[in-house]
């Protein structure tokens, strides 16, 4: 015969238990959480460009060109032909280099034209170095204009017309170069930030006694 009241100690042992292992359970997710790591930061979407990390050992700091190649072989000539796109700093200016393997032209036989995506088409001033076969766009507002429309741009069409050769195009994935832009631009920023005048900084001089 059962004593009074043995069933409603039974009970109150088994909510007793059930309380602990919920809270138990309660506890151990949250350990979890304060242990959780923060998920680790993505690399930045570069596409297809390429970059070169190198000391300059009389600036004494980390120089990075970034450049992006492409090739095609033409059926007809049977000739293969490659160009490339490079972003790079000369002499604390940003440069934009493009190098062809086929002639050019120059500054008086040849015109550049490019464009970016579905935008208007710009005839830059640009410098012809036929022997290495190089374009140089180096003049400041033509390069802001040339990376702006490039930072987020997916193509580039780029048009060389030749008085002697006649003309070619060539069209590079340029997907990816708001971080070419950063880097190859780090040590010569195409929009230079305002310099603070000394005033601003140290307050106004106070006038001599």
């Known amino acids: ?6 069933p409603v100690r039974i009970l109150r042992g088994a909510s007793y238990s059930a309380a602990f292992t919920l809270l138990s359970l309660c506890l151990g997710a949250c350990a979890q959480d304060l242990v959780r790591t923060e998920p680790e930061p993505q690399e930045p979407d570069t596409g297809q460009w390429k970059f070169e990390r190198r000391h300059d050992p009389v600036g ?3 120089v990075t060109t970034a450049w ?3 090739s095609r072989f033409h059926i007809l000539s049977g000739n293969f032909y490659e160009g490339e796109v490079q972003l790079m700093c000369f002499r604390t200016r940003p440069v934009i280099r493009l190098r062809f393997n086929t002639r050019i032209g120059s500054d008086r036989t040849a015109a550049l034209a490019y ?5 208007p088409g710009r005839f830059p001033k640009a410098k012809f170095f036929a022997r290495e076969k190089l374009i140089i766009i180096d003049d400041k507002k033509e390069v802001s204009e040339f990376v702006d429309q490039l930072q987020s741009a997916q193509n580039l069409l780029l048009r060389v017309t030749r ?7 060539a069209k590079f994935p340029v997907h990816g170069a708001s971080h070419a832009i950063e880097v190859a631009f780090a ?8 310099k603070l005048r000394t005033s601003e900084i140290f307050g106004p001089r106070s006038s001599a006694s």
């Open 60 to 62: 004494g700091s980390e």
């Open 1 to 6: 015969m059962q004593a009074p009241g043995g």
């Open 115 to 119: 464009r970016f995506d579905e935008k």
């Open 187 to 194: 040590e010569c920023p195409v929009t230079e930030k305002s």
């Open 68 to 70: 992006l190649s492409i």
């Open 163 to 169: 008085l002697r050769a006649g003309t070619f195009t």
